[in-house]
């Protein structure tokens, strides 16, 4: 931003860009670090992912949470993802971050498949025992993140980084009815109409439903 208004001949300096956008409210859209709490009396379960050769749908599911800012407040959305398919098969709003969405979630999902292994990262809605007990229980492996590696998870972190920058950025919704709303539009939008390039350009859906 400093480059670009000294090229249209404003004289202005690094340090005064910054105090002004600080100002009027304005940052740069990135990636922000992750910061899911931890229950270190929780149970932690091994990554079983790692090089492991995903080959068909229902075989790996993985969740996860991310902060979705809107005009006003915020919201916390989860998501349940198929590995092979990229297909997003459940997602659940809430206004704070207890686990009862996430295990609302996961009973939604386990009602139409059950997943080989199951993998979520080690934040406390993950690690409690209704959540570790409802996935064992269903005959999934549970498996989790290492701390910190986001690259665990990948295919649902590039779920989130499409959603926010196609959608939720974007469009900065008003109220949490407008975002339900507008999440609902673009899951079904992704899941399918959205071409992937790492699917040979289909949609999820036709690779998880077939």
């Known amino acids: 931003m400093t480059h670009h208004l000294k090229r249209r001949g ?8 910054q105090r002004l956008m600080r100002l009027m409210g304005i ?44 005009d006003k407040g915020f919201m916390y959305l989860v998501a349940i993802l198929d590995w092979y398919s990229r297909y ?3 997602w659940e709003l809430s206004n704070r971050l207890s686990g ?4 609302d979630a996961l009973h939604r999902a386990l ?16 690690t409690a025992n209704a959540f570790t ?8 492996a549970m498996s989790m993140d290492g701390v910190g590696r986001a690259i665990d998870n990948i295919y649902i972190e590039r779920f989130w980084r499409s959603v926010k920058y196609e959608d939720v950025y974007p469009k900065l919704y008003p109220t949490a009815k407008a975002l339900f709303e507008g999440l609902t ?4 939008f992704y899941n399918h109409k959205r071409l992937h390039q790492s699917l040979n350009y289909v949609t999820p859906a036709e690779v998880y439903l077939g």
């Open 185 to 188: 539009h673009y899951i079904r």
């Open 133 to 140: 007990d409802t996935v064992e229980a269903a005959g999934s």
């Open 27 to 70: 940052e740069a859209i990135y990636p922000k670090p992750k910061r899911s709490a931890i229950n270190r009396e929780h149970r932690i379960y091994p990554y079983l992912l790692r090089d492991y050769e995903v080959t068909a749908s229902n075989e790996v599911w993985s969740a996860d949470i991310t902060y979705i800012p809107m």
């Open 100 to 103: 009862q969405f996430c295990l």
């Open 88 to 90: 997003v098969i459940t």
């Open 111 to 126: 009602s139409g498949a059950t997943p080989t292994i199951f993998n979520t990262d080690q934040g406390v809605q993950f």
């Open 10 to 17: 404003y004289r202005v300096n690094r340090k005064r860009i």
